[in-house]
């Protein structure tokens, strides 16, 4: 089993739609958690970063996580075309290093 | 500058052949992390550096793979002898501080390598 997992779509939604990702994780040591977005060819653009547990707003962009059940969320409010990307979960702690361990992505489409 | 710069954009070898790509982190960033992302946006990480120094490097495959960050150059990631498995975009990421701050890691464009 992955320490990740996230499920890969692909996620279509009309514009102005709330769209709703998230992923799991085993390891109960990770205290870091981010959302990248990346379009085609290019690399992941980090969109929102939380340390530990709590809720965490950026515009449209709202992250949860909830260590308890060790789950995180991405919710994007009023979606726009231009969200059409994928979206990767990442998370890291302390004792590896600060490397990120990612989640697969999940494909979106706003239409 | 505010980008992390990685060179080249697309880079072919041939089966066997040495393949070394370059990334030029963000100005006043002290670490470097390179990630290998292959089918279906399997990240993979590989190596970190703190300024010159190894600072994690549990998934760097030993026997092919090096990477350098030297002082005034931009840090490398070197394969000797490439098989069609290192087929992948490598990604550089640079960040201010180890544990990630407020920001994360920043990502260059990656470098696409085709082994053939």
């Known amino acids: 089993q992955k320490e990740v997992e996230q499920d890969p779509g692909p996620l279509s939604v009309p514009e102005g739609a709330i769209v709703s990702l998230n992923c799991t994780y085993s390891n109960s040591a990770f205290q870091y958690f981010m959302w990248y977005r990346q379009y085609s060819r290019k690399g992941p653009e980090l969109l929102m970063y939380?340390?530990?547990?709590g809720n965490k707003e950026d515009g449209r962009f709202t992250a949860q996580v909830d260590k308890s059940s060790k789950y995180i969320s991405l919710f994007i409010r009023d979606s726009q075309p231009s969200d059409s990307a994928t979206y990767l979960c990442?998370?890291?702690?302390?004792?590896?290093?600060?490397?990120?361990?990612f989640g697969k992505g999940t494909s979106l489409l706003v239409t | 500058g505010e980008e992390v710069a990685q060179t080249p954009k697309h880079l072919v070898r041939g089966e066997g052949q040495k393949a070394k790509l370059y990334c030029a982190p963000i100005?006043?960033?002290?670490?470097v992390f390179w990630y290998q992302q292959v089918l279906k946006n399997e990240f993979k990480f590989l190596i970190s550096f703190q300024n010159e120094n190894v600072f994690d490097e549990t998934g760097m495959p030993k026997e092919r793979f090096s990477a350098k960050c030297l002082p005034n150059s931009p840090c490398s990631l070197e394969i000797q002898a490439t098989k069609l498995e290192d087929s992948a975009v490598y990604f550089c990421?640079?960040?201010?501080?180890?544990?990630?701050?407020?920001?994360?890691?920043?990502f260059g464009s990656g470098t696409r390598l085709t082994v053939v």
């Open positions: 939380t340390y530990s547990s």
């Open positions: 100005k006043g960033h002290s670490y």
């Open positions: 990421a640079s960040s201010q501080y180890s544990g990630l701050g407020s920001y994360g890691y920043t």
């Open positions: 990442a998370m890291s702690d302390s004792n590896s290093g600060y490397a990120l361990n």
